[in-house]
């Protein structure tokens, strides 16, 4: 797997001098990534509904022309044929349609609306960036976890084999670390793959191979939330949240389309203007009539009655606008949820990395004491193996809580639709070259 990942990395590093930070990341995927494209192709779809609501307040002009060749044959008057040509102009501007105002309106919103799921996905791409490119770190420190914990154990199974040689020790300690080891190889190899995916998840984003990605710092401090108060964020996360915005926006639209459907009763009143000209050709030595005609009025139309397809359409909009109030109460819950969670993410995070800090700190302590009893005869190799797990563990769990913190605190200011391209170039200033 890793004989695999060589050209890959080789490539990467023909293409970049130095190692990529988030922001670099972020950059590529701006660029490139599906996700983002579509949703920015979404969005300049959504903004073209405003001006096609637009044009039905503005009036409807029409031309048309005609050019015609007339054959008759009658025992009265015998064969004639006459060309005839002619054109016609109309125009409609509505006055009063209650519908067209109300689909007006909605298009605003459906631009706003446009606008909004824009900037939730650019919220998103900075999530996903972050997240794909922290499960890369996490992933490789793993892999060099499990790289150490063999060779550890490696040397281990070589003690234990020249101790049982020289009659020294058991065959059992042999076996033992025998099948340490085993296990070591295949945590290492699921490590390697885990790494591998975590790598394709990153270039998905960024389409194109993956560059070497600067580390975080090993006294990189996870910044506190500011403000340091979980009540204050969800009041921002229910008051300035996008997905809460969105919501509100679509109960918008859903309430105006009842006015709608209920404006299908109403009459309509529009300036109707029209001039036509025809000219009618010669028939059977006769010339033709020429005429040409203008109007100018006012026209009111009223449909009574549809078969009830108006009182349906009213039924489904009330229905699909009590759906969209449900809906908007669930983001509002929803988003304190989310800002509840984030921010207790970001303080527990704080102080299980604390609390992991101190435990890699006792397990190297408790390591050099148990080679030192090794030494000494008080201690085996086992005990050495176990206390060298130990350690390797406290630091796994460790670099974890670190990135899982950092996340937290990405989807904590994203609750209170706070959440910028700046905030990953603060947090490059915890990585390492």
Do not use: C
């Amino acid at each position: 797997m890793r004989l695999i990942l060589l050209p890959v990395l080789f490539a990467a590093g023909l293409a970049s001098a130095s190692a990529a930070n988030l922001s670099d990341i972020y950059t590529l995927a701006r660029q490139h990534d599906p996700v983002y494209a579509a949703a920015y192709a979404n969005y300049k779809a959504g903004l073209e509904i405003l001006p096609q609501t637009q044009a039905l307040l503005r009036p409807t002009i029409g031309f048309s022309a005609n050019l015609r060749h007339l054959e008759t044959d009658s025992s009265f008057s015998g064969s004639n044929s006459a060309n005839t040509r002619g054109f016609g102009l109309n125009l409609t501007q509505p006055l009063y349609r209650q519908q067209n105002l109300e689909t007006y309106e909605q298009g605003k919103l459906q631009a706003l609306l446009a606008e909004t799921q824009l900037k939730l996905a650019e919220q998103d791409l900075v999530l996903r960036v972050a997240t794909a490119y922290f499960d890369v770190l996490q992933a490789r420190d793993n892999l060099a976890t499990s790289e150490a914990q063999k060779t550890a154990i490696q040397e281990q199974l070589a003690q234990a084999r020249f101790s049982f040689e020289v009659g020294a020790a058991t065959i059992t300690d042999t076996h033992e670390a025998q099948a340490r080891f085993d296990l070591a190889v295949a945590q290492e190899i699921a490590a390697q793959n885990d790494l591998a995916v975590k790598r394709q998840n990153l270039e998905k984003l960024i389409m194109r191979p993956s560059p070497p990605l600067a580390a975080l710092r090993p006294d990189a401090q996870v910044p506190l939330p500011e403000p340091d108060d979980i009540e204050r964020w969800v009041q921002q996360a229910q008051e300035s949240s996008l997905a809460v915005a969105s919501s509100r926006a679509a109960e918008e639209l859903a309430r105006r389309e009842v006015s709608k459907q209920r404006a299908g009763h109403r009459p309509t009143l529009d300036l109707v203007a029209s001039y036509s000209d025809n000219r009618n050709g010669t028939s059977g030595g006769v010339s033709g009539v020429d005429t040409q005609s203008a109007q100018l009025g006012l026209e009111l139309a009223w449909t009574l009655y549809q078969g009830g397809a108006v009182e349906s359409r009213i039924r489904e909009a009330l229905a699909r606008h009590d759906k969209a109030r449900f809906d908007l109460d669930n983001a509002l819950q929803q988003a304190a949820l989310d800002a509840r969670t984030a921010y207790l993410g970001v303080a527990s995070g704080r102080a299980r990395a604390n609390a992991l800090g101190q435990a890699v700190v006792s397990s190297e302590s408790q390591l050099k004491s148990t080679k030192l009893g090794q030494e000494v005869g008080v201690r085996t190799r086992v005990d050495v193996l176990n206390a060298q797990q130990q350690l390797f563990g406290a630091q796994r769990d460790l670099a974890t809580a670190r990135y899982d913190t950092l996340k937290s605190g990405l989807r904590l200011k994203a609750t209170a639709s706070r959440l910028t391209e700046a905030d990953l170039a603060t947090l490059d200033g915890l990585l390492q070259e």
